[in-house]
């Protein structure tokens, strides 16, 4: 069964630093999303990307995030300088289309010390 | 504002139990609604979308009530694998929006 994967499993990462988080969405699907939880917090919605562009994005998703899709394959999650408060788990989706479900990835546990 | 809002648990059950799960939301435009599971540091994984008729999937029914804004998820006979949380979760509010609203969860522990 087609899956989406992420990489790597767990980041560390120093406050400052940037990171690239990557996502292998399933290869027919057109609509790729990043969300976020904080432990023990909720799902929260990052942003969506479809034709090659940002569709919606959320007041998380400031200045300091970006996405890409450089390869026709994969679709990362950059930070430039990363906080403190940008520990979480960061959750790749991905859908084939309109009214279809979104698949999660297993998630980028991400630690900012 | 809690856009969608759950009793958060946790709900201890013996095995076998029926166990029912409420939702509100606050967004009357929303668009689609849905029930996930989501274990332990994994991810959330689609249990059921849920339509305005009431829809069941083996021992699990969902209903959903526009009017109120209330969602819900009925488990019948539960199993020990259904120990989870489970997320109610509100699609976008604007057409073209697909962006999913997830409620905070409640937590299902079943018990032998």
């Known amino acids: 069964e087609p899956e989406v994967t992420q990489t790597p499993s ?11 988080l990557r996502c292998v969405p399933i290869s027919n699907h057109l609509y790729f999303y990043w969300y976020r939880q904080i432990l023990g917090q909720k799902v929260e919605f990052l ?4 034709n090659n562009e940002i569709s919606e994005k959320s007041e998380i998703f400031d200045d300091q995030f970006s996405v890409e899709r450089p390869d026709g394959s994969n679709f990362t ?8 408060e940008d520990s979480a788990m960061y959750f790749c989706a991905s859908r084939v289309g309109s009214y279809n479900e979104q698949f999660f990835g297993p998630g980028t546990r991400l630690t900012v010390l | ?14 095995e076998g139990a029926t166990v029912a799960f409420n939702c509100t939301y606050s967004n009357s ?6 029930w996930y599971r989501q274990d332990c540091r994994k991810e959330p994984k689609l249990l059921m979308s ?4 009431g829809n069941e999937d083996g021992r699990f ?5 526009r009017a109120s804004q209330y969602i819900s998820l009925l488990i019948r006979d539960s199993k020990l694998s259904d120990s989870a949380t489970y997320l109610c979760v509100v699609r976008g509010s ?10 905070k969860g409640t937590k299902l522990s079943v018990i032998p």
């Open chain 2, 61 to 65: 029914t969902a209903q959903l009530n």
């Open chain 1, 47 to 50: 942003v969506s990307f479809y």
């Open chain 2, 1 to 14: 504002r809690k856009e969608v809002e759950q009793d958060p648990g946790p709900f201890n059950v013996p």
């Open chain 2, 29 to 34: 435009a929303s668009q689609s609604f849905f």
């Open chain 2, 50 to 53: 849920v339509y305005s008729s």
């Open chain 1, 77 to 84: 999650l950059k930070i430039r300088s990363t906080k403190l």
């Open chain 1, 10 to 20: 767990h980041q560390v990462t120093q406050m400052g630093q940037e990171v690239i």
């Open chain 2, 94 to 103: 604007g057409a073209g929006s697909y962006q999913l609203t997830f409620g």
